[in-house]
């Protein structure tokens, strides 16, 4: 099942990356309020169906690629295994 995670800073969070590629493409010549940078996982999980891949990358996100803190994360199921990616 392939499940694309999607991390970002909740409101009121300083974005320093952010700020420093919106101060480049401003430098650029580029008309650029503001960038907010987000991490974007897509992943090949072995799971017998959606909810069980989701469960899965939720609880991915609560233990390693998300800090409750600052950040908040979106599960999405982008489909199944690809033909070409399966081993046989």
Same mark, same amino acid.
């Given at each position: 099942?392939?499940?694309?995670?999607?991390? #970002?800073?909740? @409101? +009121?969070?300083? /974005?320093?990356? +952010?700020?420093?590629?919106?101060?480049?493409?401003r430098d650029l010549g580029f008309k650029v309020?503001?960038?907010?940078?987000?991490? *974007?996982? &897509?992943? %090949?999980?072995?799971?017998? %169906? =959606?909810?069980? =891949?989701? !469960?899965?990358?939720? /609880?991915?996100?609560? #233990?390693?690629?998300? !800090? @409750? &803190? #600052? /950040?908040?994360? &979106? *599960?999405?199921?982008? +489909?199944?295994?690809?033909?070409? %990616?399966? #081993?046989?």
């Amino acid at each position: 099942m392939i499940v694309k995670i999607e991390v #970002k800073l909740k @409101p +009121g969070h300083f /974005d320093p990356e +952010g700020d420093v590629t919106a101060k480049s493409l401003r430098d650029l010549g580029f008309k650029v309020e503001e960038v907010k940078v987000s991490k *974007v996982y &897509t992943l %090949n999980l072995l799971s017998g %169906n =959606a909810e069980e =891949a989701v !469960n899965q990358a939720k /609880d991915m996100c609560k #233990k390693l690629l998300a !800090n @409750p &803190t #600052k /950040d908040n994360f &979106t *599960v999405e199921v982008l +489909g199944l295994e690809k033909a070409d %990616n399966k #081993k046989s």
